[in-house]
């Protein structure tokens, strides 16, 4: 965990980043240049599927495998090479809901696995990147293959996998790793405390509904619910900004709350922009 409590930046405004380990360090660095104080706290882990390795699909048997996170690329690929397949099937597409599972695509299978493989995401422009626009690009190309690998967490939505079964198409969901909540450390705890106490102001980054729900878990076993309510948040899905305004135990302000894509420089610009207008 990193925390930083200079005396510079002690009424400098927080920028919590709660993605996954090890995503977070461009965009903080970005904003720690803007003057935001970061503060690495990742809502949730990521860890292999108990069961994920005893029997992993093989990409031969379907015609596109589906991607719903860069940690689905990254552990399927683990998870393939383990067992000796190191080559992309030809005529296989591999499909993914934004333009960062296809970076973690083309990072984690770059070389002679990924000129063999067809690729399809929602535009880097697209109005948001999810399953409703994946499935839009794949309507686009008419695209319907016969049978689809979903590589995803343990939990997740099931919407696009139901509306591709709809339509008639065969769906295989394969969890290879987990997403747990994760625990804020005594040293963790006491720093948000205080930063409440000290009633800091904060932006907090919230990118999935699991973490959400985990971050809102670990404030109120904090003490600081109140507090965190009262922050700023950035979000990179409506659905995560109704989930902020519609929670029954109290509200965030929508005024608090700017939607943005996943994308770092998306990111960024909802946190300058929305500091901007708190200002």
Same mark, same amino acid.
């Given at each position: 965990?990193?925390?930083?409590?200079?005396?510079?930046?002690?009424?400098?405004?927080?920028?919590?980043?709660?993605?996954?380990?090890?995503?977070?360090?461009?965009?903080?660095?970005?904003?720690?240049?803007?003057?935001?104080?970061?503060?690495?706290?990742?809502?949730?882990?990521?860890?292999?599927?108990?069961?994920?390795?005893?029997?992993?699909?093989?990409?031969?048997?379907?015609?596109?495998?589906?991607?719903?996170?860069?940690?689905?690329?990254?552990?399927?690929?683990?998870?393939? *090479?383990? %067992? +000796? /397949? =190191?080559?992309?099937? $030809?005529?296989?597409?591999?499909?993914? @809901?934004?333009?960062?599972?296809? #970076? !973690?695509?083309?990072?984690?299978?770059?070389?002679?696995?990924?000129?063999?493989?067809?690729?399809?995401?929602?535009?880097?422009?697209?109005?948001?990147?999810?399953?409703?626009?994946?499935?839009?690009?794949?309507?686009?190309?008419?695209?319907?293959?016969?049978?689809?690998?979903?590589?995803? *967490?343990? %939990? +997740? /939505? =099931?919407?696009?996998? $139901?509306?591709?079964?709809?339509?008639? @198409?065969?769906?295989?969901?394969? #969890? !290879?790793?987990?997403?747990?909540?994760?625990?804020?450390?005594?040293?963790?705890?006491?720093?948000?405390?205080?930063?409440?106490?000290?009633?800091?102001?904060?932006?907090?980054?919230?990118?999935?509904?699991?973490?959400?729900?985990?971050?809102?878990?670990?404030?109120?076993?904090?003490?600081?619910?109140?507090?965190?309510?009262?922050?700023?948040?950035?979000?990179?899905?409506?659905?995560?900004?109704?989930?902020?305004?519609?929670? !029954?135990?109290?509200?965030?302000?929508?005024?608090?709350?700017?939607?943005?894509?996943?994308?770092?420089?998306?990111?960024?610009?909802?946190?300058?922009?929305?500091?901007?207008?708190?200002?």
């Amino acid at each position: 965990m990193r925390l930083s409590a200079g005396r510079g930046a002690a009424l400098a405004p927080l920028a919590v980043l709660t993605r996954p380990q090890g995503r977070n360090d461009t965009l903080g660095e970005a904003l720690s240049g803007l003057g935001f104080e970061v503060v690495h706290l990742p809502a949730l882990e990521i860890r292999d599927a108990p069961s994920a390795g005893m029997s992993v699909p093989d990409p031969a048997d379907f015609g596109m495998l589906l991607f719903v996170s860069g940690a689905a690329v990254r552990a399927y690929r683990r998870l393939c *090479a383990a %067992q +000796g /397949r =190191d080559s992309w099937p $030809e005529g296989v597409w591999a499909a993914a @809901v934004g333009p960062a599972t296809v #970076a !973690a695509w083309e990072e984690d299978m770059a070389g002679p696995v990924a000129p063999r493989c067809w690729r399809i995401a929602p535009a880097p422009d697209a109005v948001s990147h999810d399953s409703e626009h994946l499935l839009q690009e794949m309507d686009a190309r008419g695209l319907k293959p016969e049978r689809v690998l979903l590589v995803r *967490a343990g %939990q +997740g /939505r =099931d919407w696009l996998a $139901e509306r591709l079964r709809e339509r008639g @198409v065969q769906v295989t969901a394969y #969890a !290879a790793y987990d997403r747990v909540p994760a625990t804020w450390s005594p040293a963790q705890q006491a720093f948000m405390q205080a930063a409440a106490a000290g009633r800091r102001t904060a932006f907090w980054l919230a990118t999935s509904g699991e973490g959400l729900d985990a971050i809102r878990a670990q404030a109120r076993a904090a003490g600081i619910l109140a507090w965190w309510q009262r922050s700023a948040h950035v979000v990179t899905h409506p659905r995560l900004a109704e989930r902020l305004s519609g929670d !029954a135990t109290g509200a965030v302000p929508r005024a608090m709350v700017k939607i943005c894509l996943p994308q770092d420089s998306s990111i960024l610009r909802a946190f300058t922009a929305l500091r901007a207008e708190l200002d």
